[in-house]
Structures are given as C-alpha cells and as structure tokens.
Nanobody, 125 residues
Framework: QVQLVESGGGLVQAGGSLRLSCVAS????????MGWFRQAPGKEREFVGT????????YYADSMKGRFTISRDNAKNTVNLQMNSLKPEDTAVYYC??????????????????WGQGTQVTVSS
C-alpha cells in the first residue's frame, strides 16, 4: 500500500520558518514528479510547488517564489518543503502529492496519483 506521510507542520510567528517533510512508502518515487499543495479553511486547494523526477526542475506559485524551496532525497524516498518568511496568509493544511510514473512537474492537482493526509501550518501575526 502506497502511503505519503507529511510532518513538520505547526505554529510559527510571521517571519518565521518551517520545514515540511513527506516520506513515501509502499513504492519508490524515484523519477516521479512530486508536488506540494495547500488548502486554507473555506478555500480551494491551491498549488504550492513541484519538483521533477530528476530534481532539475522546480516551479512555484507566484506568492511562494523566493520564500519556499522544494528538495528531494531519493535515497530516503523523501521530498521536503522549506518555508521561510512565513505570512499569516500561508496558514493552511499542506499536502504532499506524487505522480505515479511521470517525471514532469505539474501545477494541476488532478495530475497527481497519490496524496498524503496533510499537515497543519499556522502562522500567527
């Protein structure tokens, strides 16, 4: 059974940093694109960033550029999201996602086959 498990969420003050991790089990995602999405209360799920299977391509939503960084460690089947200069509007549940066999990063949630359960990030003002 394939599982993606996020960790690292929590409460942080505005301007602070958090590092989210997503560990995959049940299969390897070497070569598969991974992504991060988030959903705030009362809002639709939105794209945060994506990393290609080869790690040579990353792409972020405009509001995250320069603040968020995605990396992956294929040896550990892990993808990370480093979040700096956090703002109250970054408060949301953050989800890790994986494409089943496609190495291309994507901004579209429907292109991802596997999802984690989410981890809460709360940024206080």
């Amino acid at each position: 059974q394939v599982q993606l498990v996020e960790s690292g969420g929590g409460l942080v003050q505005a301007g602070g940093s958090l590092r989210l991790s997503c560990v995959a089990s049940g299969r390897t995602f070497h070569g598969s694109a991974m992504g991060w999405f988030r959903q705030a209360p009362g809002k639709e799920r939105e794209f945060v960033g994506t990393i290609s299977g080869s790690s040579n391509f990353t792409y972020y939503a405009d509001s995250m550029k320069g603040r968020f960084t995605i990396s992956r460690d294929n040896a550990k089947n892990t993808v990370n999201l480093q979040m700096n200069s956090l703002k109250p509007e970054d408060t949301a549940v953050y989800y890790c996602a994986a494409r089943g066999g496609d190495s291309r990063g994507s901004v579209t949630s429907s292109n991802y086959d596997y999802w984690g359960q989410g981890t809460q990030v709360t940024v206080s003002s």
